[in-house]
């Protein structure tokens, strides 16, 4: 959790997200260096500032140093935005100004030239409208234009420290390589927020994130924070790290609405428990973990994130073993949400996940599957961190929650219950399994674990047909199931 400081007057900006990374917003009267090489959101961001400034009565200013205003505005469009209520200074080269000397070949320095008249221009359009939010775009040409670094250095520390009287809060743009040459500016600004955006070196998709380097006299959300530029601006998707707990156990179950799969597990799962669903494609785990949502929909509002299967597919599926999920999906106490895997941000399907819960009211969720959520997950680091922060914050918000895991491999002597090292998080294991039984395929359910409340611990047959889902008695008379290849028991050695 971010501490904020309660002394400083902080400045909304108006990009979602964006206030929790940084505490509650910038702190007034403070400059900031917006970093971040061309096209990686600068402008965007920065106009966004200045329009919540507006709606705030807070007078804006925006100081171009590059691009016409005119072209701008124009640009901004596509947001559906326009620039009322924004002060406009120009002081971006003009191709009419080169027109007039035409056929003139003398050489003048910077500093005779352009480089004073820009920054007392700047001055002095600060001065004129006494604007409380002031956006520079950018530092990198007022860098070009100065005679030597010494210069610049002089000239930047003068420019943040006037800004600092005036009580203006201001954004100044600026590119990162120039930042790696010289540290002055960064010295000299309260703050530095980093924008990036990279190419997949895997995926070959964009990735696009803020980072907050500094940020004098206030905590921040550390890391890097994915965000989306989409037709309402930027969106940032903060990197929390959740806190970890389990609520204390309430005794109620969750019944699957199979009186023989409830005995299996003891009565059924407890309610707020996370749940792992294993075993080979096509053992039926999907289908198990629907029943699960849809017989208790009614009092426990569920949602289903599918990395895999079409949404229609689940529908048709349900109704084909006669469990039809339409009236709970019409009644909205289910719900099923279909995952492109390479559109989210692990932290913006955090965020999805978390409006389900806490605004949607959903108390059970089921993610199918995790090799899908891999993924999705794999280009923002580790998997294993991103599903552990994920059952972190269900756990702690008392979600009962199905994790739906396929595993390689049909048959195998060696018994994984994952293949992603994530069985440790899961509060109960439910394995299925294939086995070669009177040269038939079989399949096969037991329960692994179950860390709240007592489960039988033998193994069952699992049938999926027209009638529903049917779990059998104790296979008793097979031994060997788990390696896939049982051996009937003669009736001598029966317990």
């Known amino acids: 959790m971010i501490e904020m400081n309660s002394d ?8 979602p997200g964006c206030d929790e990374i940084t505490g509650g917003g910038l702190m007034t009267g403070r400059s900031y260096l917006l970093v971040g ?34 072209q701008i505005a124009r640009d901004v469009t596509s947001f559906g935005w326009d620039l009322k209520g924004i002060a406009m200074v120009d002081l971006s080269p003009r191709g009419d100004d080169l027109d007039e000397h035409v056929g003139d070949y003398h050489m003048f320095p910077p500093s005779e030239v352009e480089s004073v008249p820009v920054w007392r221009a700047i001055y002095a359009a600060v001065r ?4 409380r939010r002031v956006v520079i775009d950018s530092a990198t040409q007022l860098h070009y234009l100065s005679t030597d670094e010494y210069q610049y250095r002089k000239h930047i520390l003068g420019l943040v420290q006037f800004l600092n009287r005036q009580g203006v809060t201001s954004l100044i743009a600026y590119e990162p390589r120039l930042m790696d040459q010289d540290m002055s500016a960064e010295l000299a600004v309260d703050g530095v927020l980093r924008l990036r955006a990279e190419i997949s070196s895997t995926l070959g998709i964009g990735l696009r994130s803020l980072q907050v380097d500094k940020m004098r006299g206030s905590d921040f959300m550390s890391g890097r924070h994915p965000l989306r530029i989409d037709a309402g601006g930027i969106t940032v998707y903060p990197h929390r790290i959740e806190r970890t707990g389990l609520l204390e156990p309430t005794g109620e179950q969750i019944s699957s609405g199979i009186a023989t799969l409830d005995a299996l597990l003891g009565g059924g799962l407890e309610s ?17 973990g629907t029943q699960f949502l849809a017989h208790n929909a009614a009092r426990l509002p569920a949602v289903l994130y599918t990395f895999e299967e079409a949404p229609a597919f689940i529908v048709a599926r349900s109704r084909s073993i006669g469990h039809p999920i339409d009236a709970a999906l019409a009644d909205g106490s289910l719900q099923v949400v279909r ?67 396929e595993v390689e491999h049909i048959t195998s002597t060696s018994l994984k219950a994952t293949d992603l090292g994530v069985s440790h998080l899961a509060d109960n294991i439910v394995l299925l399994r294939y086995a070669e039984y009177a040269s038939c395929v079989i399949k096969v359910i037991g329960c692994l674990k179950k860390r709240v409340g007592g489960f039988e611990p033998e193994l069952r047959q699992l049938q999926v047909g027209q009638e529903g889902i049917e779990v059998s008695a ?20 029966l317990p």
């Open 8 to 15: 400083e007057v902080r400045q909304p900006t108006g990009v």
């Open 37 to 70: 090489t061309p096209g990686s959101g600068k402008t965007v961001l920065s106009l966004q500032w200045l329009r919540d400034g507006v709606r705030r009565s807070e007078e804006g200013m925006y100081i171009s140093l590059c691009d016409p205003v005119e």
């Open 128 to 131: 004129d409208k006494q604007p």
């Open 272 to 288: 707020g428990t996370t749940t792992l669903l294993t075993g080979p494609s096509g053992t039926g785990k999907s289908t198990l």
């Open 339 to 405: 995952i492109n895997p390479l559109e989210l941000y692990p932290d913006e399907f955090l965020a999805m996940v978390r409006r389900a819960v806490e605004v949607d009211g959903r108390r059970m969720v089921m993610i199918d599957s995790l090799r899908g959520y891999q993924m999705a997950m794999e280009e923002f680091g580790r998997p294993q961190a991103h599903i552990h922060n994920l059952i972190a914050y269900l756990s702690r918000q008392g979600v009962s929650t199905l994790l739906i895991n």
């Open 474 to 493: 104790k296979l008793q008379h097979l031994q060997g199931v788990l390696s896939g290849m049982p051996v009937v028991l003669r009736s001598d050695t």
